[in-house]
């Protein structure tokens, strides 16, 4: 039955099959899916497996895979969220559909994954000037730093030295005195 059921899948999703998907291309998809649709998806695993898995909110997919495969599972997280459990019948079938069809309006996110695998285009050397100016705004800021860190520190050292001060005076029996004043 489950055999009948993938035949049947790829089929009518054929395009969906045939579109490659793979790592992190999988995960961007994936969430774009999930968010369309509000399913109660949290993860998708890519891992070094054969085929997709669903879980109760996670599925997993093999690193290489494709659109139908990544639909079908989550078509099955979506069904159980939808009616409590999912098996490979005709409802599986209709929610496949839904999400495929969304991905065909979307033509299949190409413009945005051409874009994502477009290498970034090099940062420009930074001139003599930028790296002078850099360095004066890292020393700035060291400055500032070590300014807030004296006036830390100085503070601390006059609270030390007015307890100490406070001690002696108790020590030495002037504290009366002190007090008289
Ligand atoms: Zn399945």
């Known amino acids: 039955m489950y055999l009948n059921f993938y035949r049947e899948e790829r089929k009518l999703y054929?395009?969906?099959?045939?579109?490659?998907?793979?790592?992190?291309?999988t995960r961007f998809v994936g969430r774009k899916i999930?968010?369309?649709?509000?399913?109660?998806?949290?993860?998708i695993n890519v891992v070094s497996v054969?085929?997709?898995?669903?879980y109760s909110h996670a599925i997993s997919l093999?690193?290489?895979?494709?659109?139908?495969?990544?639909?079908?599972?989550?078509?099955?997280?979506?069904?159980?969220?939808?009616?409590?459990k999912t098996e490979h019948r005709k409802r599986l079938m209709k929610l496949?559909?839904?999400?495929?069809?969304?991905?065909?309006k979307k033509n299949?996110?190409?413009?945005?994954?051409?874009?994502?695998?477009?290498?970034k285009p090099p940062k420009?050397?930074?001139?003599?000037?930028?790296?002078?100016?850099?360095?004066?705004?890292?020393?700035m800021e060291k400055i500032k730093r070590y300014e807030r860190k004296i006036k830390m520190y100085s503070t601390k050292l006059k609270k030390a030295k007015r307890s100490l001060m406070m001690l002696e005076r108790y020590k030495n029996?002037?504290?009366?005195?002190?007090?008289?004043?």
């Not at 054929?14 to 790592?23: K, N, S, V, W």
């Not at 690193?63 to 409590?84: N, S």
């Not at 496949?96 to 065909?104: A, D, H, L, Q, S």
């Not at 299949?108 to 290498?119: F, G, I, N, T």
């Open 14 to 25: 054929e395009r969906a099959f045939e579109t490659e998907l793979c790592g992190d291309d």
């Open 173 to 181: 029996g002037t504290m009366e005195k002190a007090d008289e004043k």
């Open 108 to 119: 299949y996110w190409k413009a945005e994954l051409d874009k994502r695998h477009q290498p």
């Open 50 to 54: 054969r085929n997709g898995h669903a």
């Open 96 to 104: 496949i559909g839904r999400i495929v069809r969304y991905c065909e």
């Open 62 to 84: 093999p690193r290489r895979t494709d659109f139908g495969m990544l639909c079908h599972e989550l078509a099955h997280v979506w069904e159980k969220q939808k009616y409590g």
């Open 34 to 43: 999930i968010k369309h649709f509000k399913i109660d998806c949290y993860w």
């Open 124 to 139: 420009p050397k930074p001139t003599k000037q930028e790296i002078r100016e850099k360095k004066i705004e890292k020393t």
